[in-house]
């Protein structure tokens, strides 16, 4: 059974600093792996799709990394902002023929001005 | 174009009753998504429809249901509520799938409080 963990649960940073979230997974058999961001009481944004064929992915100040034989992934944010505030969630599309798309229960952000 | 559009926003129902949620997928897609989020369990898969087909579920049991129409808006049906149904419960609609590696577009989601 895939198991997802993201850590840390809570993130406080200064505006203008580089940070890094952690996600990992128990089988590396994965298809594929999603960073989505959530603002609250709002649903998810996707922000990154990491083939698992692909090691990184980069969109704008937002890196993404795979490294599916230590079941691992990060996503880098670069000069963080107010407006990067919300809660980040990695989830694992895995399974075979019984696939699902398995989450992590997510990062909450707040980048203070 | 437009986002995927689930209705209602809000909703209130007591134990025993039941409930269907409503999502519109971006035109041209052919996949729903469903998912249940909890504070307690965080985000868990509920099924995938695509093309009308239940293409697979996640592990609930068989009172959540859900269906696909030909223009591939999709239901969910929560028969026989219990309080620990209350939850936020997301759709999302992607033009291959979960299967083909494609990104979600989720809606703003539905939110059930149970009574």
């Known amino acids: 059974k895939q198991e997802v963990t993201q850590i840390p649960a809570a993130l406080s940073v200064p505006e203008g600093e580089n940070l890094v979230l952690n996600c990992s997974f128990t089988?590396?058999?994965?298809?594929?792996l999603q960073w989505f961001r959530q603002d609250p009481g709002k649903g998810l944004t996707s922000l990154l799709l990491?083939?698992?064929?692909?090691r990184e992915q980069t969109s704008g100040r937002l890196n993404a990394s795979l490294d599916k034989s230590s079941g691992r992934s990060t996503l880098y944010i670069a000069a963080s902002q107010p407006g990067d505030s919300a809660t980040y969630l990695c989830?694992?599309?895995?399974?075979?023929?019984?696939?699902?798309?398995?989450f992590g229960k997510g990062t909450l952000l707040t980048v203070n001005p | 174009k437009a986002g995927v559009t689930q209705t209602p926003r809000y909703l209130i129902k007591t134990r025993g009753q039941q409930v269907t949620l409503s999502c519109s997928p971006i035109?041209?897609?052919?996949?729903v998504s469903w998912y249940q989020q909890t504070p307690g369990q965080g985000l868990q898969f509920l099924f995938e429809?695509?093309?009308?087909?239940?293409?697979n579920k996640g592990n609930f049991p068989g009172r959540f249901s859900g269906r696909q129409f030909s223009n591939s808006r999709s239901e969910m049906n929560v028969s026989t509520l219990e309080l620990g149904d209350s939850a936020l419960y997301l759709c999302?609609?992607?033009?291959?799938?979960?299967?083909?590696?494609?990104?979600?577009?989720f809606g703003a989601g539905s939110r059930l409080t149970v009574l």
């Open positions: 999302a609609s992607s033009l291959l799938g979960l299967s083909g590696a494609n990104v979600l577009t």
């Open positions: 089988d590396s058999a994965i298809y594929n």
């Open positions: 990491i083939q698992s064929s692909q």
């Open positions: 989830a694992v599309f895995s399974g075979g023929s019984n696939y699902k798309l398995t």
């Open positions: 035109s041209g897609h052919r996949s």
């Open positions: 429809y695509f093309s009308e087909t239940q293409r």
